[in-house]
C-alpha cells in the first residue's frame, strides 16, 4: 500500500476518533487517547540519532498513574516505527523520561513542568493539564464537547527538536507557535 494512502487512512481514523464522544461506552475518554498516542508516532518524526541501534525499541512512557490499563499495551503490540518496536512503559511520578520518546503525563501531574523541563531533546510530551503547552509541553489533550481533541505547540516540537508532519497539525484543535 503506498504510503501516502496508509498516511490518509490514519488521519482519517484519527479524525474519526476525535469525533467520538468522550463519554460514550465504547471507546471511552482513554482508549481514543491511546489511539492518539499510537498515531503520534506516525505522524512525527525523532532523528534517527536517538536510538541506539535499528533494532532499539520505541518507547511510550507513562508518567505517573496509568489510566489506560491494558488499553494502550493492546494497542501497541505488534506495531513499529520506522524498523523500531513500540514498547510502553510505566514510570513514577516525577521520573525523567529521558530514553523515552513519548511521555504521557495525566491530569493528576500538576507538576509537569519540572518533569518537561529535566526532559533530554526528542522526547515527544503529551499531557492533559490546561497549562501543559505553556509549561513546555508538545500535545495536550482537551475534551472539547465531549471530543478529545488536541492541541499542539510548535515552538515545543522545535525545542524537542522533533518534526511534526503538517497531516497530524492540519487535525489538531489548534496549534500555537509561540515559545
Not at 467520538?20 to 498516542?37: G, I, R, S, W
Not at 492533559?128 to 508538545?138: A, M, Q, S, Y
Request: glycine residues 6%.
Amino acid at each position: 500500500m503506498p504510503m501516502v494512502t496508509r498516511l490518509l487512512q490514519i488521519v482519517a481514523a484519527c479524525m474519526m476518533l476525535a469525533g467520538a464522544p468522550a463519554n460514550a461506552q465504547n471507546p471511552t475518554e482513554y482508549d481514543v487517547k491511546a489511539a492518539f498516542l499510537l498515531n503520534f508516532t506516525k505522524f512525527v518524526e525523532w532523528p534517527e540519532s536517538v536510538f541506539e541501534s535499528p533494532s532499539a525499541p520505541f518507547r511510550i512512557c507513562i508518567v505517573g498513574e496509568d489510566p489506560f490499563g491494558e488499553t494502550l499495551d493492546k494497542m501497541v503490540e505488534g506495531e513499529k516505527v520506522a524498523s523500531h518496536k513500540l514498547v510502553v512503559d510505566r514510570l513514577k511520578r516525577g521520573s525523567s523520561a529521558g530514553g523515552c520518546e513519548v511521555a504521557f503525563y495525566t491530569k493528576a501531574d500538576r507538576n509537569a513542568a519540572q518533569s518537561i523541563a529535566r526532559e533530554a531533546p526528542h522526547v515527544l510530551t503529551v499531557g492533559e493539564t490546561d497549562e501543559f503547552l505553556h509549561e513546555g509541553g508538545v500535545i495536550r489533550f482537551v475534551l472539547d464537547h465531549n471530543r478529545v481533541r488536541f492541541d499542539v505547540s510548535q515552538a515545543a516540537a522545535r525545542k524537542a527538536e522533533l518534526k511534526v508532519s503538517s497531516k497530524l497539525l492540519n487535525v489538531a484543535r489548534r496549534v500555537e507557535d509561540e515559545p
